[in-house]
């Protein structure tokens, strides 16, 4: 991958500094920025969880886990923007909206001309946005990293499931999905137990409340089942 070359970027080097600096650094990424810009102008007041506040999220968590791992800055770059980026589509439309979020993208970085990536840069962000998608499986649904750098951004997008603030961004996803709350939560019970994280640094940071977590959600089920019986 080749090295990013325009003053900007050299400026806005996002290694060897603390997380909250390099995370104000990259939000003024011209690619990062026309994001958020885009999100903040189309998002619909029915998208509870994915949000600005989610995008910015993913972007800090990446920025995390990529920091921990000593990755260098044209790889953290290509993370942030990919990050960025991964959930514009979903402003126009849910299904498929990795797709749609690779051509705005593409359409971005042809107007954004002091910031525009190579061929080779686009095709690897591309990369990491489209492993975002969820398959389906006979066991239900999973996201599947085709590159070492997808591993940090699928580990970032769903960072929640091992933090403290984990049923907050359930409940939001819940009114999201206009869905009853007792079958949410058993479908996301089936899918936080069939998770795992790809990167070693996500795993020593997130799968100690992600435990935690997990067992709490199956309290919540069984309450919620005797409740429904009453």
Same mark, same amino acid.
């Given at each position: 991958m080749k090295e990013v070359t325009s003053s900007i970027m050299s400026e806005l080097s996002l290694t060897n500094? @603390?997380?909250? +600096?390099?995370? %104000? $650094? %990259?939000? &003024?990424? @011209? /690619?990062? %920025?026309? %994001? =958020? &810009?885009? =999100? &903040? !102008?189309?998002?619909?007041?029915?998208?509870?969880? #994915?949000?600005? #506040? #989610?995008? /910015?999220?993913v972007i800090r968590e990446a920025l995390r886990f990529g920091l921990e791992d000593d990755l260098t800055h044209t790889e953290l770059h290509s993370l942030v923007v990919a990050a960025a980026w991964h959930d514009v589509g979903f402003m126009f439309e849910r299904e498929n909206h990795e797709e749609l979020s690779v051509r705005e993208l593409c359409k971005a970085n042809e107007t954004l001309s002091e910031s525009a990536l190579t061929e080779e840069q686009i095709n690897l962000i591309s990369k990491l946005i489209l492993d975002t998608r969820l398959y389906k499986t006979?066991?239900?649904?999973? !996201?599947?990293?085709?590159? +070492? *750098?997808? $591993?940090? *951004?699928l580990d970032a997008d769903l960072s929640n499931l091992g933090r403290e603030d984990f049923f907050d961004c359930l409940d939001l996803l819940c009114m999201e999905h206009q869905a009853e709350t007792y079958q949410f939560y058993r479908r996301t019970l089936g899918f936080i137990t069939r998770h795992t994280w790809h990167t070693d640094v996500a795993k020593n940071l997130r799968l100690r409340q992600e435990i935690l977590n997990t067992s709490e959600l199956a309290r919540r089920i069984m309450d919620e089942r005797y409740l429904l019986a009453d």
């Open positions: 500094i @603390p997380l909250e +600096e390099a995370f %104000a $650094k %990259a939000k &003024r990424l @011209p /690619l990062v %920025a026309e %994001a =958020i &810009r885009i =999100i &903040r !102008q189309n998002v619909s007041s029915k998208f509870c969880y #994915h949000s600005e #506040h #989610h995008t /910015l999220d006979d066991d239900g649904v999973v !996201q599947i990293p085709t590159t +070492e *750098l997808s $591993k940090y *951004l």
